[in-house]
């Protein structure tokens, strides 16, 4: 079974960082793209950032560019997001994705609090 | 950026109503363009991909159409489980865009 598995959130106080994890499973994780996708409590869903297969490419949304790094360990089946420079719009559940023509499957997410 | 203006953001349906819910791109998009249902605490799961295609294991009631700028998700019979928010998703281009949602709710 396909599955990915977040952890990490948790509440942090404005400026403040965090990493995510995203652990992969049940497929050959090393093929396939990665992206984070996030979900502000009671709103829609917004695209975070990709990396494809081999880590060597990274993409960013305006408002997470040059707080927010993407990375991955293909050896250990790990996808991460490391979050510096925290604010509270950055209040959401994080989820992780498989990007397949699209995104699927996504994971449970982790809920990531920004606050004082 | 490729804006996708989704709708209609909410409606009312009885079950066994067709239901249709559509997602214009502010550019072309080819065929990069899915389909995704949330119900209240769940993760999104994907309904169609490609346009039309249908992910594996989901009812056949649900289907995709469309070209260019303008798509469709069409729910042929309402189902009880059906009561859920819809999204669309262009993966054309970056940054990658999703529909605001529509909030599929019981009559």
């Known amino acids: 079974e396909v599955q990915l598995v977040e952890s990490g959130g948790g509440l942090v106080q404005p400026g403040g960082s965090l990493r995510l994890s995203c652990a992969a499973s049940g497929f050959t994780f090393r093929n396939y793209w990665m992206y984070w996708v996030r979900q502000a409590p009671g709103k829609g869903l917004l695209w975070v950032s990709q990396i494809n297969s081999d880590g060597s490419d990274t993409t960013y949304a305006d408002s997470v560019k040059g707080r927010f790094t993407i990375s991955r360990d293909n050896a250990k089946n790990t996808l991460y997001l490391q979050m510096n420079s925290l604010r509270v719009e950055d209040t959401a559940l994080y989820y992780c994705?498989?990007?397949?023509?699209?995104?699927?499957?996504w994971g449970q997410g982790t809920l990531v609090t920004v606050s004082s | 950026d490729i804006q996708m203006t989704q709708s209609p953001s909410s409606l009312s349906a009885s079950v066994g109503d067709r239901v249709t819910i559509t997602c214009r791109a502010s550019?072309?998009?080819?065929?990069?363009l899915s389909w995704y249902q949330q119900k209240p605490g769940k993760a999104p799961k994907r309904l169609i991909y490609d346009i039309s295609s249908l992910q594996n294991g989901v009812p056949s009631r649900f289907s995709g159409s469309g070209s260019g700028t303008e798509f469709t998700l069409t729910i042929s019979s309402l189902q009880p489980e059906d009561f859920a928010t819809y999204y669309c998703?262009?993966?054309?281009?970056?940054?990658?865009?999703f529909g605001g949602g529509t909030k599929v709710e019981i009559k």
């Open positions: 994705v498989r990007g397949t023509v699209g995104f699927d499957p």
């Open positions: 550019q072309g998009i080819g065929n990069d």
């Open positions: 998703l262009q993966h054309n281009s970056y940054p990658l865009t």
